[in-house]
T-cell receptor
Framework: DGGITQSPKYLFRKEGQNVTLSCEQN?????MYWYRQDPGQGLRLIYY???????QKGDIAEGYSVSREKKESFPLTVTSAQKNPTAFYLCASRAEIVMGYTFGSGTRLTVV | ELKVEQNPLFLSMQEGKNYTIYCNYS?????LYWYRQDPGKSLESLFVLLSNGAVKQEGRLMASLDTKARLSTLHITAAVHDLSATYFC????????????FGSGTQLTVLP
């Protein structure tokens, strides 16, 4: 079945550590997105990519980095510069022709 | 900057009652989405509204879009407990770089 796979489901980060969240899709979608959700709040855009080897900052990109070396993959690195990374992270993709977005199951990141 | 406002943010209602959630947005858009989120879970797509006057219905939920008023509504008919969840609207701004901007969400609790 086609879809988006996010891993891991739960992730614990120590202070000062970089961690990478994985997002893989087999939908052949061109555009991919990373969103952050804090408890009781909506989703905010971190980074997005419309095409391989190109990506743009969203509203809250500081402390995060991404790469898009393959169409299927859009990993997100949470760097030590992100002072409050505890949140639920959702990856999404969108095809150019088909309306609508597909979301992954999410990664819950906790700082310990 | 596109802003999306939902109200109410919290909604408790009795089973069998009707209610409407409102979603206002600040700039021109031709695509509006409604999602459902259960606690700790990802987003489930409910409706995609693509044109002025669009109305879609699924079970006890009906969504509509008025692009001139920049307003979408999600109407709940004869609520049941299974509808308890958080509902988000999201707007896909016009332009070449499609990305979703989310409202803050409406946390719906249906009481027996």
């Amino acid at each position: 079945d086609g879809g988006i796979t996010q891993s891991p489901k739960y992730l614990f980060r120590k202070e000062g550590q970089n961690v990478t969240l994985s997002c893989e899709q087999n939908l052949n979608h061109d555009a991919m997105y990373w969103y952050r959700q804090d408890p009781g709040q909506g989703l905010r855009l971190i980074y997005y990519s419309q095409i391989v080897n190109d990506f743009q900052k969203g509203d809250i990109a500081e402390g995060y980095s991404v790469s898009r070396e393959k169409k299927e993959s859009f990993p997100l690195t949470v760097t030590s510069a992100q002072k409050n990374p505890t949140a639920f992270y959702l990856c999404a993709s969108r095809a150019e022709i088909v309306m609508g977005y597909t979301f992954g199951s999410g990664t819950r990141l906790t700082v310990v | 900057e596109l802003k999306v406002e939902q109200n109410p943010l919290f909604l408790s209602m009795q089973e069998g009652k009707n209610y409407t959630i409102y979603c206002n947005y600040s700039t021109t858009s031709d695509r509006l989405y409604w999602y459902r989120q259960d606690p700790g879970k990802s987003l489930e797509s409910l409706f995609v509204l693509l044109s002025n006057g669009a109305v879609k219905q699924e079970g006890r939920l009906m969504a509509s879009l008025d692009t001139k008023a920049r307003l979408s509504t999600l109407h709940i008919t004869a609520a049941v407990h299974d509808l308890s969840a958080t509902y988000f609207c999201a707007v896909d701004a016009e332009g070449s770089a499609r990305q979703l901007t989310f409202g803050s969400g409406t946390q719906l609790t249906v009481l027996p």
